[in-house]
């Protein structure tokens, strides 16, 4: 089970930290990422962690502003975003699954969060 939360209503230029919990399943052995979904647009990827977080992978619209972190201990995974722009507002939503490396296209996570609701005000 994944359980994101962290979301919430801010204004371009501010942070937000997102948090993904995962019950029942041992982040050293599956990968992780972030990814989201605008209003009437399909869900894209932001940036996934390897099952060992030596491999790291940013969509380009995130270098930069974004940096993805695990903590296998604590079995989480954070999303800082930084610098936030209104065409970030989105559903974020937290996955993990057996990929290789930092792979991050979403279909080939197998669970899933729930989401939750960034809104960047301008």
């Known amino acids: 089970q994944l359980q994101a939360s962290g979301g919430g209503l801010v204004q371009t230029g501010g942070s937000l930290r997102l948090s993904c919990t995962v019950s029942?399943?041992?982040?050293?052995?599956?990968?992780t990422g972030w990814f989201r979904q605008a209003p009437g647009k399909e869900r894209e990827g932001v940036s996934c962690i390897s099952d060992n977080a030596a491999d790291i992978h940013y969509y380009d619209f995130a270098k930069g502003r974004f940096t993805i972190s695990k903590d296998s201990a604590k079995n989480t995974v954070t999303l800082q975003m930084n610098s936030l722009k209104p065409e970030d507002t989105a559903v974020y939503y937290c996955?993990?699954?057996?990929?290789?490396?930092?792979?991050?296209?979403?279909?080939?996570?197998?669970?899933w969060g729930q989401g939750t609701l960034v809104t960047v005000s301008s």
């Open positions: 996955a993990a699954g057996r990929v290789d490396g930092s792979s991050c296209v979403g279909p080939v996570y197998g669970f």
């Open positions: 029942g399943l041992d982040l050293n052995s599956y990968g």
